[in-house]
């Protein structure tokens, strides 16, 4: 029986107080930076382990952006607003980052179509959102251990090792996963799980 993904208020409670902010870039198509916060470059700074001040935006943001850009130059390159998003995990300097790029189109001028990049810190906050992924989706305890190390970006195999199970027992745990949080992918999985 899958439980109801409406979470309740004191989860929702607990979810917000839980929470850390994700990092935001804002871009134009011109890969013009528009905006960034400050726990953005913070979390560059520390994925690219860069101790300085500089502002360098990393290369794994500016290839977010050129998955992106193509198909909002002429807006006939996406016919499914889905098609508009990005989502890639990265590890870098004992740190994981749920990277999440959409593209925002302007239907009167493509050229001034924005992407929006938000960054968010997956290790710290990881046993908490598997745990609140638990109580929401009704996700078994082995369940919640595999998503716990899918969140450290682990493939299969390395679960299944981890975990002293074969692989195919991981890919019906998946499978179970997939469906209780009504995702089509170890992705989808990840972005119900951290933004719930």
Do not use: Y
Not at 9 to 37: E, T, V
Not at 79 to 93: F, H, T
Not at 166 to 173: A, F
Request: aromatic share 4%; glycine share 6%.
């Amino acid at each position: 029986m899958v439980a109801s993904t409406t979470p309740s208020r004191d989860q929702l409670a607990r979810i917000a107080r839980d929470r850390g902010c994700p990092g935001i870039f804002m871009f134009a198509l011109s890969k013009k930076l528009i905006w960034a916060d400050r726990r953005a470059w913070e979390l560059c700074r520390r994925l690219t382990k860069e101790r300085k001040a500089a502002n360098n935006i990393p290369e794994t943001i500016k290839d977010v952006h050129a998955k992106l850009s193509p198909l909002l130059k002429d807006n006939k390159g996406a016919k499914n607003p889905d098609d508009l998003i990005v989502r890639k995990v990265v590890e870098g300097s004992g740190i994981s980052l749920l990277i999440c790029g959409f593209g925002l189109p302007d239907p009167e001028n493509s050229a001034q179509s924005r992407i929006l990049i938000l960054l968010e810190q997956i290790g710290r906050r990881g046993e908490a959102a598997a745990q609140q992924a638990q109580e929401i989706f009704g996700l078994t305890r082995r369940e919640v251990e595999v998503v716990q190390h899918l969140l450290k970006g682990w493939s299969n195999k390395a679960i299944a090792h981890e975990l002293k199970v074969s692989e195919q027992t991981i890919k019906e745990h998946l499978q179970r996963i997939m469906t209780k949080t009504t995702s089509t992918s170890r992705t989808g999985v990840l972005a119900r799980v951290l933004f719930l």
